[in-house]
């Protein structure tokens, strides 16, 4: 996670109350050991087999290729080729320390484990359960209402492309 003020918030799905860490702007970190905690009592076992599977492998992959320009291909290459084999073993430092990857991020101590970029994130809760990531995006998408100034009366639906003068966005 890029050196910048950190804030920590939380977001409750399902029961489960899982750790979000953000700089303010659109690169929220979301603590995959809370998600793992929802299906297990060993939330790091859980993520390490996530991460042992080739389509997460790929998905990591991807995922660094578009938005790490330090990303390590030939590295990744390696994983990818190992990626699901029975002797296969994964874990997000490892992961980390190869391939320079930067959506995921490990912390030892109080207030650690591992967390990850949303997108990486969302991926890893529909592995956990699809219906545990319907519940996580819900609760991480901005709580923004959009009010619109119309011809005739102020509306709190979604504007219509007819007599619309502006919109303001306000906290909902």
Not at 55 to 70: A, H, K, V
Not at 86 to 100: L, Q
Not at 126 to 139: M, P
Request: aromatic share 10%; proline share 4%.
């Amino acid at each position: 996670m890029p050196a910048q003020k950190k804030f920590r918030d939380s977001i409750h799905a399902k029961g489960t109350e899982i750790t979000v860490l953000s700089t303010g702007d659109a690169n929220d970190y979301i603590s995959l050991t809370d998600i793992a905690r929802y299906k297990s009592d060993a939330p790091d076992d859980v993520i390490k087999n996530w991460m042992r599977n080739r389509d997460t492998i790929e998905f990591l992959g991807l995922w660094e290729q578009l938005n790490n320009p330090d990303f390590k291909p030939v590295e990744f290459d390696g994983f990818r080729t190992q990626a699901g084999s029975n002797a296969f073993t994964m874990s997000p430092k490892k992961w980390v320390e190869v391939t320079g990857a930067i959506g995921i991020v490990s912390k030892a101590g109080r207030y650690g484990g591992t967390f990850a970029q949303k997108d990486i994130a969302f991926e890893f809760a529909s592995w956990i359960s699809a219906e545990f990531k319907l519940y996580t995006a819900k609760r991480t998408a901005p709580a923004v209402k959009c009010q619109c100034q119309t011809d005739d009366a102020v509306s709190h639906e979604r504007p219509s492309n007819r007599g619309i003068q502006g919109i303001r966005h306000t906290a909902a």
